[in-house]
């Protein structure tokens, strides 16, 4: 397997914008709880449904919701109800700021 090796220089000039890219929600406490939602939402909240841009109180809501309709088939229902208010709360927070 052959590695890539990115010069240091490179590597010195993209860092900060990566970092100032990500500060917000790099070390925001509810992006270790959103980790669940990536596959299907994306990193940045651009995925299947869009979940970027949306307020915190609309993606808070939506999840309150789902834990009180009967899982059948939808899986966001299922998802919704491993989480407390709390932790809901810091996922929409979270996804809210992407």
Same mark, same amino acid.
């Given at each position: 397997?052959?590695?890539?090796?990115?010069?240091?220089?490179?590597?010195?000039?993209?860092?900060?914008?990566?970092?100032?890219?990500?500060?917000?929600?790099?070390?925001?406490?509810?992006?270790?709880?959103?980790?669940?939602?990536? @596959?299907?939402?994306?990193?940045?909240?651009?995925?299947?449904?869009?979940?970027?841009?949306?307020?915190? #109180?609309?993606?808070?809501? &939506?999840?309150? &919701?789902? @834990?009180?309709?009967?899982?059948?088939?939808?899986?966001?229902?299922?998802?919704?109800?491993?989480?407390?208010? &709390? &932790?809901?709360?810091?996922?929409?927070?979270?996804? #809210?700021? @992407?």
């Amino acid at each position: 397997m052959k590695h890539l090796l990115i010069p240091a220089a490179f590597v010195s000039l993209l860092l900060p914008a990566f970092a100032a890219a990500n500060s917000a929600t790099l070390g925001h406490p509810g992006r270790t709880l959103a980790a669940n939602c990536f @596959q299907c939402h994306g990193t940045d909240g651009s995925g299947l449904e869009h979940l970027a841009g949306k307020s915190r #109180s609309s993606i808070a809501n &939506e999840m309150l &919701e789902m @834990q009180f309709k009967s899982p059948g088939k939808e899986i966001m229902n299922v998802h919704a109800m491993a989480y407390t208010d &709390e &932790e809901i709360a810091l996922i929409a927070d979270y996804f #809210s700021k @992407q």
